[in-house]
């Protein structure tokens, strides 16, 4: 038992190394990178605490070089979902039952091993197989990743340190208890540090978790498990399994004991499983908690009285960073004519600095997408828009999946603000531009707030602080994430929590206290210290 109000270490962000030429954090990521590339490992499910190989497989390779080969992954069977469901419930009593502070050490000792000794296999395991820049990678598996867990805890001694009044002769008090049975983690590709945190984030309420990652970041999901392990997160806690998405999900969801969801991943697929977790409802000991961060169709708007330069700077980063695959990555833009040539021809000058290959080369700022099926779809798109008369592919265009899958960064511009690759989810270094008149500023903002089913995050640019306003009344409801002079992307947890709605998903804020709300259910407790003894109330009086 607690015996002390303990005080967790204050978070701050972990600080971004630079990995310039010569220093030795570029050679040490290097170094690990190689041996990565040059071994072949062997991926087990992992259930309670133990490593399960099926003997079904499939093979993993860089998407920057997709014919070689870097190991393999085993296949759960739906028996090995089941046991990783029967198994978490049996870890469940001791883990909702330990201290919060002897959790809360576990995943502050994981934040300092990734900091640490796992920093160069983190980052070298995501650059391979998601195909990151060494500084997309730092960002991500890194920093964010530890900065999620080191500032989830702080959040957590917040939450349980929010507690109701109590009058006199009273005591009341909320104790933040885990969800009863256990929650399935469904994480994406594109970001090492949200495979971290989904799991991470529920398990450190007291919750056990069954978690799959996506089948192209198997890698390095790899790698966060061994950080769980050496942390020393329970057997059982965690239980992590690879597959078919669709008989895993449906096992998960056919327990009774499912409570809930914390899922980053397509809309289609989110909205697919809300479905069935509907249909299941009358099977449920609870009503489950249905969290979820989907897609986006991002923009970016510039005001006539913004300045050119910085603009083009948004669009270039925003747009092609980690090849466009994040959820934020900016894929409108909307032009005033009066600076739309100016601010292309300075995203021109950008494309064509740009480099791009492996991420072994350091100074290559573009790679690979993540897989044939992305480069299939995003190729048909910009072929489509060359023989198009709404649409002239006036920067890349060109494809090649002859070693990796490579999309050159390419800017479409379009006469038909509903133009497809407008209000499709295209997931890729494709964005596309639609040039205004300057006077239909106002006009314009209402077309972005109807373009797409999205409001995940959205960029304005101005210099006027009157029309910034005005885009932050009439944009309210289309970016759950706005950004004010600045691009659509790059959310750091504890500065600015991260989520949007209408089909970009739950809203509710990774990296901030309103997130791990969704994985506890408060009991409050009253306890009368002088018990009455007579039922009747002073009005009963003669």
Request: proline share 6%; hydrophobic share 35%.
């Amino acid at each position: 038992m607690s015996k002390g109000f303990f005080h967790v270490p204050k978070a701050v962000n972990e600080p971004i190394k630079s990995y310039a030429p010569g220093t030795p954090e570029r050679e040490s990521v290097l170094r690990q990178y190689k041996e990565f590339y040059n071994s072949k490992v062997d991926i087990p499910l992992y259930i309670n605490g133990e490593e399960i190989r099926t003997g079904n497989t499939r093979t993993m390779s860089p998407p920057h070089e997709h014919q070689h080969v870097l190991g393999e992954y085993h296949l759960a069977e739906k028996s090995h979902v089941e046991k990783a469901i029967s198994t978490a419930l049996e870890a469940r009593e001791k883990w909702a039952a330990l201290t919060w502070e002897q959790r809360a050490a576990i995943f502050l000792r994981a934040a300092d091993l990734i900091a640490g000794p796992y920093r160069d296999k983190m980052n070298a395991a995501t650059m391979l197989v998601q195909s990151k820049n060494i500084f997309q990678a730092e960002i991500d598996s890194a920093c964010e990743i530890v900065d999620f867990l080191r500032f989830n805890v702080q959040y957590m001694t917040q939450i349980y340190n929010d507690q109701p009044i109590s009058s006199e002769g009273i005591w009341n008090r909320v104790e933040y208890r885990p969800l009863e049975g256990f929650v399935y983690a469904v994480s994406p590709f594109n970001f090492t540090a949200i495979a971290g945190n989904l799991p991470a984030s529920a398990a450190l309420m007291g919750n056990v978790v069954v978690w799959k990652p996506s089948d192209s970041q198997i890698f390095s999901a790899k790698v966060i498990v061994d950080v769980f392990k050496e942390a020393g997160v329970p057997d059982g806690v965690i239980n992590v399994v690879y597959g078919d998405p669709a008989m895993i999900t449906d096992t998960v969801l056919a327990s009774p004991d499912f409570s809930g969801i914390h899922f980053t991943g397509s809309t289609t697929v989110f909205k697919n499983i809300w479905q069935k977790i509907g249909n299941n409802i009358h099977n449920y000991k609870t009503y489950p908690r249905i969290v979820g961060e989907t897609g986006g169709k991002d923009f970016i708007i510039a005001h006539p009285s913004a300045k050119p330069k910085q603009v083009a700077t948004a669009i270039s980063r925003g747009a092609f960073e980690f090849q466009g695959q994040k959820c934020s990555a900016a894929s409108r833009v909307y032009l005033p004519k009066s600076i739309a040539e100016e601010t292309l021809n300075f995203v021109k000058e950008d494309v064509a600095s740009f480099k791009m290959g492996s991420p072994e080369d350091m100074g290559n700022f573009i790679t690979a997408v993540i897989h044939e099926g992305s480069f299939n779809k995003l190729e048909s798109y910009i072929n489509k828009a060359k023989e198009s008369n709404e649409a002239d592919v006036i920067i890349g265009g060109k494809c090649d999946k002859s070693v990796g899958y490579f999309i050159e960064p390419t800017v479409i511009l379009t006469t038909n603000p509903q133009y497809e690759t407008m209000t499709t989810e295209l997931f890729g270094p494709v964005v596309t531009v639609y040039v205004y008149e300057d006077q239909k500023w106002s006009e314009t903002l209402k077309l972005v707030d109807r373009t797409s089913e999205y409001a995940l995050t959205g960029a304005i640019f101005s210099n006027d602080r009157y029309t910034i306003e005005e885009a932050t009344q009439a944009l309210q409801n289309c970016a759950g994430n706005f950004y004010i002079n600045d691009k659509p992307t790059g959310a750091v947890v504890g500065q600015q929590p991260f989520g949007g709605a209408r089909a970009s998903g739950t809203n509710d804020k990774a990296g901030s206290p309103l997130n791990l709300l969704r994985w506890v259910s408060p009991r409050l407790i009253k306890e009368t210290f002088v018990s009455p003894e007579d039922y009747r109330y002073p009005f009963l009086g003669e």
